[in-house]
């Protein structure tokens, strides 16, 4: 926590506004947009998952429609297809990022064009906080006249060539869940690009109520709204993101230097200058004839340092594995080959010098 977030909760109670209507989820609303920039605007929800359910709704996705995903990342991208009893197409991701390969995109939506139908939505993701490659899958996106739903769930402080992540897609959702950069400890927004995708979005987040003096409702809805006590942690959060986002960049440089001269071990950095990645998670790859993942995973273990498995990409998992999938399968040699490192914002210099011990003694 920030140090501020408590006040805000207090205001809440103070006030009586224990519910999900209030000024801190005006405040945070607004700290969004002002930070997210380029006309946004921003609804509060319960949760990012929320968020991509709602906006799947907005582009009227309904049963039996065609929706491509990136494969390589958390379920929640995905589930809310499903939600909606639409069908989930897969692609594969590139090399640079990690992200959507704009090549097996456009194969995907050949494939739904060739069955008669265009895609109504692709959902493309910024994961770990690498931004995906945005020129080339917004070009395909303008090219086919399919809206793209940015799942920058991880992504909230990153940019591509410094336009903030959250603000490509025509509807982009961010995560303020208790793992994410920052937290409201559990919660997401959904960011439109138009004022009354807003309007639409609150509508369908608060059980679609008719505008009558008693209780209509025409069409079905959620209750998929923020508590203002919620959104008073995240007022406090924002207050401190630039110091987290910070923070976690010095994670990775510290990860530059003590995997530089590891060789068969390749530490994931941006590709180039126009990619700034927050850095939420810190990855590795082990390619490496005498260690394998498994290895480095358990010596670190051993000494008492906890990595994770990279996210197992949709194509393999036991829900989604039946459904079609474009690419060479880069995304599943990675999960093979990947670790994540610790990367929390409290990482102190004492962790950092035992897990540099660590490294070296391997
Ligand atoms: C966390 C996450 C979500 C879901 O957000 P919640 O707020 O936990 O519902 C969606 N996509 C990705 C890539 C995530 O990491």
Known sequence: MGGNELKYIQEAFETNWVSQYGSNIDEFEKSLE????NNSFV????????AIHLALSLLNVEEGDFVICQSFTFVASANPILYLKAIPVFVDSESSTWNICPNALEDAVKYCLSKGKKPKAIITVSLYGMPFMVDEILEISRKYEIPIIEDSAEALGSKYKNQPCGTFGDLSIISFNGNKIVTTSGGGILVSRKEIDKNKAL????QAKDNKDYYSHSEVGYNYRMSNISAGIGRGQMEVLENRI???RKNHDFYQQIFKDKEGMDLFSAPNEDFY?????NTVLIENDILSKEGLKDFFLQNNIETRC???PMHLQPLYNTCKFFGNDFSGTIFAKGLCLPSGTNLTDDCKNRIADVLNKL
């Open 203 to 206: 509508f369908l987040a608060t």
């Open 34 to 37: 002002n930070y997210l920039g």
């Open 310 to 312: 990279l996210w197992n």
């Open 43 to 50: 609804t509060a929800l319960s949760s990012g998952t929320a």
């Open 246 to 248: 910070k923070e976690r």
């Open 277 to 281: 990645s927050n850095y939420w998670l």
